[in-house]
């Protein structure tokens, strides 16, 4: 069983800066391609950014590129989402997602692609 435990997210005033992080137990970590998404409300789940097994590569949505960084540590199971200048647009419900096999930019932005999902961490963000 594939356990993601999100956190991190919380309330935060427009500029500010937030880190989100996501556990996983129940499959080796290494060999999952691990991805954000986030979901506002009203709105439909959109991608936000996803890396590799090894982390050498990584992929944005282009509303977040330049602010949000992606990394991963293998040693503890972990894949982070660094969120910088923040917006308001950006309030959302953030959901960690994995999946096994490839990445490629041609496919790491699909929510149908991701197996397993952790249940979301709020970030609100305020004008």
């Known amino acids: 069983q594939v356990q993601l435990v999100e956190s991190g997210g919380g309330s935060v005033q427009a500029g500010g800066s937030l880190r989100l992080s996501c556990v996983v137990s129940g499959r080796t970590f290494s060999n999952l391609v691990m991805g954000w998404f986030r979901q506002a409300p009203g709105k439909e789940r959109e991608s936000v950014a996803a890396?590799?097994?090894?982390?050498?590569?990584?992929y944005y949505t282009d509303s977040v590129k330049g602010r949000f960084t992606i990394s991963r540590d293998n040693a503890e199971n972990t894949v982070y989402l660094h969120t910088n200048s923040l917006k308001p647009e950006d309030t959302a419900i953030y959901y960690c997602a994995a999946r096994i096999g490839l990445i490629s930019g041609a496919t790491w932005s699909s929510p149908d692609r991701y197996g397993y999902w952790g249940q979301g961490t709020q970030v609100t963000v305020s004008s």
């Open positions: 890396i590799s097994w090894g982390g050498q590569a990584t």
